[in-house]
């Protein structure tokens, strides 16, 4: 087997916000930069490639490679190290930059679940933040495949 090309991560967030800002709506693009922390007014090549940065800071290699071959069609290797993030306490994956109680944040909103971390820790307790208790969050995960499953293949049955 050939070795793939290795490409940083930096590089695929860079082709990330090309097309990004080839494609957006200005108004998506705007609400995207906002979200961001970033001004909106700015949608140079530059800010669009820092807000993509840390939208994904988080991602591992393996989907960025994924995102990078559907975008060129090449397969290649990506490098570097995805940010360590807080792990939700509703789905598990590490998608928070703040957990409260963990320094001097909190109230990020999960990207794989939606559930917004407002400390609570019991899974069947409704907090005014959240719509429903992370039990109702994990059953729309389930319930809602086209929105919710972001896996990029179906498992099978078989198991090693
Ligand atoms: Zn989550």
Avoid at 24 to 36: G, P, Q, T, V
Avoid at 98 to 114: F, H, K, Q, S
Avoid at 138 to 150: A, D, F, G, I, S
């Amino acid at each position: 087997m050939i070795p793939a090309k290795k490409v940083p991560r930096a590089e695929v967030f860079k082709l990330i916000a090309a097309v990004r800002a080839d494609v957006a709506h200005e108004a998506d693009l705007k609400d995207f930069l906002l979200d961001m922390h970033q001004d909106s007014g700015n949608t140079s090549p530059q800010a669009v490639q820092e807000a993509v940065s840390d939208c994904y800071a988080g991602t591992s290699n393996g989907f960025l490679a994924l995102v990078y071959e559907l975008l060129t069609g090449r397969r290649v290797e990506v490098t570097g190290e995805p940010q360590n993030l807080f792990e939700c306490p509703c789905c598990g994956f590490k998608t928070l930059d703040e957990l409260l109680g963990a320094g001097d944040g909190g109230w990020d909103i999960c990207r794989v679940c939606g559930w917004e971390e407002e400390g609570t820790r019991e899974r069947d307790k409704h907090v005014s933040v959240n719509r429903g208790s992370m039990n109702q969050y994990m059953q729309r995960v389930q319930e809602n495949p086209n929105v919710y499953y972001t896996l990029p293949w179906l498992k099978g049955r078989a198991q090693s």
